[in-house]
Nanobody
């Protein structure tokens, strides 16, 4: 059952920017954290960024200073702004929402960065 809807992926040249969005229906309650993961070809899925209650954020070392995660509670949406993109950022990006005892995932959106 698809519960999160992602958008914003695409093909971009190195140095460019993209902003990913992930929206959830109101039926998801008690969300305490949201995050973005990515899976590059031949690699395990890794946590890229997350944001928690109180807007505490964290980032993978590889994206610090380039990516920004944010949330809009009124729109029930989390964003990932990606700047200064590198070919190594290429992969399928997945959003995740955390609730007590539950996880919700997006369908994934492809981000391809060309050199």
């Amino acid at each position: 059952q698809v519960q999160l809807v992602e958008s914003g992926g695409g093909l971009v040249q190195a140095g460019g920017s993209l902003r990913l969005s992930c929206a959830a229906p109101s039926l998801i309650f008690n969300v305490n954290a949201m995050g973005w993961y990515r899976q590059a070809p031949g690699k395990q899925r890794e946590l890229v960024a997350d944001i928690t209650t109180g807007d505490s954020t964290s980032y993978a070392d590889s994206v610090k200073g380039r990516f920004t995660i944010s949330r809009d509670n009124a729109k029930n949406t989390v964003y990932l702004e990606m700047n200064s993109l590198k070919p190594e950022d290429t992969g399928v990006y997945y959003c995740q929402w955390q609730a007590p005892g539950l996880q919700y995932w997006g369908q994934g959106t492809q981000v391809t960065v060309s050199s």
